[in-house]
């Protein structure tokens, strides 16, 4: 059995999400990838342990995270019962719906069936009474949002999850979807959009309703998928995600021009006493506008040198008017 490290809350960075009540660590683990049915369970456990012994408290998962879908979910489950089952209560453990999980027409989108439904089934595979967050993946246009709103409420006063949120919602959306809840008195925790240095769609409009709102905010894909590491920086490795034509990054989207900005943005990290990584993650939370920062790894030392960001948050004027000049 696991014994945490007992100076685990040291040095992490703990920040309340939106008005709540609620802390998360600056920065969270995600397991939407290596943690499927096909990958090594004790470089899981290596990962976990080693991310919650740096103070990450927040393990982010989703129905649909695998392959196969679900054995995401049933992997943390087994780590969960045995090696983080005395350490629940210091674990903040989330989960989402809104992707294709089974066949036909109740296994997608934003019904009150699905959802329920899906979370059920969540927290079977989890091993787990509740959630500590339950998000709706993405928006349902075929859904009335008031639906959407009500099975959140039903799921938090149940006891299923203790707060809730979402995930890919434009500005307006979160707005129409903020005062629905708040209306119900189940208020928004937090929204989970992409943001990286190359994808800042947020900045235009989403944030400033996250501010006017009170919901947090915890970004996923920080280091784009990869490219904002050194791993491309001589081209495209072998191994790597590009190279294994993921659907999420491709050979085509890592063009010379985009390299040339990495290997600059790489040059001003070095200057800061830091990988790109952590100068990428660091960027993430300038300002005090996101609340979390959601890593992904395949391997334990990842997260020891992504969570090492910790060490220079900071950024000059200089710095970051350095950045946006590159990514212009």
């Not at 490795?237 to 590009?242: E, G, L």
Request: hydrophobic share 35%; aromatic share 10%.
């Amino acid at each position: 059995m696991y014994i945490a490290n007992e100076k685990r809350y040291d040095n992490m960075i703990y920040r309340r999400s939106g008005n709540s009540g609620l802390k998360l660590p600056a920065f969270s683990l995600g397991l939407w990838h290596n943690f499927g049915s096909g990958d090594n369970y004790d470089n899981m456990v290596s990962m976990l342990t080693t991310a919650f012994d740096l103070g990450i408290t927040h393990f982010d998962l989703a129905n649909n995270y695998g392959p196969y879908p679900g054995s995401a979910e049933e992997n943390f489950g087994k780590v969960m019962k045995n090696e983080f089952a005395p350490y629940r209560d210091e674990l903040l453990i989330s989960t989402k719906a809104g992707y294709g999980m089974w066949d036909g027409p109740y296994g997608d989108h934003g019904s009150r069936k699905y959802l329920i439904a899906s979370l059920d089934q969540s927290l079977k595979r989890l091993g787990i009474d509740y959630v500590d967050i339950f998000y709706h993946h993405r928006p349902d246009p075929d859904t009335p949002m008031e639906e959407t709103a009500a099975a959140l409420d039903h799921i938090v006063r149940s006891g299923k999850a203790l707060y809730t949120g979402v995930s890919n919602y434009n500005a307006e959306q979160t707005k129409q979807m903020s005062q629905l809840m708040k209306a119900l008195g189940t208020p928004l925790l937090i929204h989970q959009p992409r943001y990286n240095m190359f994808e800042r769609q947020i900045e235009n409009g989403l944030q400033d309703v996250l501010d006017e709102e009170g919901i947090g905010s915890i970004s996923f894909c920080p280091l784009a998928q990869g490219m904002l590491t050194n791993k491309y920086i001589n081209g495209i490795p072998a191994d790597s995600r590009a190279a294994k034509s993921s659907p999420f990054l491709t050979k085509d989207g890592i063009t010379a021009k985009k390299i040339e900005k990495i290997v600059r943005l790489n040059a001003l990290a070095e200057n800061r006493g830091q990988s790109l990584a952590q100068m990428a993650c660091a960027w993430n939370l300038r300002g005090g506008k996101l609340t979390s920062v959601l890593l992904g790894a395949s391997r334990p030392s990842q997260i020891t040198e992504n969570a090492g960001a910790l060490n220079n948050l900071n950024f000059t004027s200089d710095e970051l008017n350095a950045i946006d000049e590159i990514l212009k």
